[in-house]
């Protein structure tokens, strides 16, 4: 089991900025692929990004390739997802996910094992 904690999420003007945390608790946080999801009013869960055990891979959604980096400091247990070039339709519920797929690297939406509580990101136009 491993507990995730998001914040940093908020209102922000479309073009602007804005950088999710993820606080893991336990022991073992390098042996989780960790992962960013979104959900919208009305909309499929989508996965935003990923990011292998190590950091060394990342993906990303069509959607968001080129405005967002995720990236995880293994010695804070820690995933970040910066933000930028935000636009309406990134409003959402952000999610923090962690697997122990045996992929490198995970780029479906499902197989998520453990899950944060969300935060809430509004972007106005």
């Known amino acids: 089991q491993v507990q995730l904690v998001e914040s940093g999420g908020g209102l922000v003007q479309a073009g602007g900025s804005l950088r999710l945390s993820c606080a893991a608790s336990g022991r073992t946080f390098s042996s989780y692929n960790m992962g960013w999801l979104r959900q919208a009013p009305g909309k499929e869960r989508e996965l935003i990004g990923s990011i292998s055990r190590n950091g060394g891979i990342t993906w990303y959604g069509d959607s968001v390739a080129g405005r967002f980096t995720i990236s995880r400091d293994n010695a804070k247990n820690t995933v970040y997802l910066q933000m930028n070039s935000l636009k309406p339709e990134d409003t959402a519920v952000y999610y923090c996910?962690?697997?122990?797929?045996?992929?490198?690297?995970?780029?479906?939406?499902?197989?998520?094992?453990?899950w944060g509580q969300g935060t809430q990101v509004t972007v106005s136009s």
């Open positions: 996910a962690a697997s122990l797929s045996l992929l490198k690297v995970v780029t479906s939406t499902t197989g998520w094992e453990y």
